[in-house]
């Protein structure tokens, strides 16, 4: 059976709600203050963060700017849709096709990448599901 190797430092499951005050410590234009080693473990459960999706984490590199190319081109499409159409609208129409174009009205919303989970949480997930199998 696998060792975990922080099982030495006994710490309590991740619970956010106790470490405002060791995050909010470190601020910019204070001196850096000295932490111990528990303090760093739990700034460490806070602030590092684990890719939940069970996919291989590297392939985020390729597949976050695939995806936002393909939103962009969907994007570009419609508009060119919308301004092919000018020649059959009357005025109005085509000053409404032209603002929303200049504007990007079409682009509100799209795709963004979740963000990952706080390595406590990642690892609370983990522990609970070694322990149901």
Known sequence: MLRNPYQSLR???FTPVGLSAIVNSMTKGRPPVQKSPCEKKILSYAKDRRNVYFANDKASRTAIPIRKARESRADRRKVNQSLSEIPALDAAG???VESSARKDVLRKG??????D?????????????????
Do not use: A, F, N, S
């Open 11 to 13: 710490l309590p499951p």
């Open 94 to 96: 085509v000053d409404l």
């Open 110 to 115: 799209g795709w963004r990448k979740k963000p």
């Open 117 to 133: 989970r706080p390595l406590g949480e990642y690892l609370d997930l983990k522990r609970k599901r070694q322990e149901w199998k």
